[in-house]
């Protein structure tokens, strides 16, 4: 029933940008926090960016100054707006929910996004 559906990935050369969004849907999206998430090929899995239900973010060292994560509740939708992109930024980003309402955390994933820079 939790949906995460994101859009927005492609192809950019060097120093383009993109916005990548997230629509979710089966949750109250107000009371979650988001992140947004991304694996390249071979690596692990590693956190982007995060934004609380209240609003405070929180970036990777080598995402700061280049990408911004915010929220419009009103459309349950997390955007990732990426900056200066490099090519070791290619990717798959995904969109991720944490939801603490229960005792314990349950967490959700979107789909992935594929997100390619070229030089």
């Known amino acids: 029933q939790v949906q995460l559906v994101e859009s927005g990935g492609g192809l950019v050369q060097a120093g383009g940008s993109l916005r990548l969004s997230c629509v979710a849907s089966?949750?109250?999206?107000?009371?979650?926090?988001m992140d947004w998430y991304r694996q390249a090929p071979g690596k692990q899995r590693e956190l982007v960016a995060t934004i609380s239900s209240g609003g405070r973010k929180n970036y990777a060292d080598s995402m700061k100054g280049r990408f911004t994560i915010s929220r419009d509740n009103a459309k349950n939708t997390v955007y990732l707006q990426m900056n200066s992109l490099k090519p070791e930024d290619t990717a798959v980003y995904y969109c991720?929910?944490?939801?603490?309402?229960?005792?314990?955390?349950?967490?959700?994933w979107g789909q992935g996004t594929q997100v390619t820079v070229s030089s």
């Open positions: 089966g949750i109250i999206f107000s009371i979650n926090a």
């Open positions: 991720h929910c944490r939801d603490y309402s229960s005792s314990r955390l349950n967490d959700y």
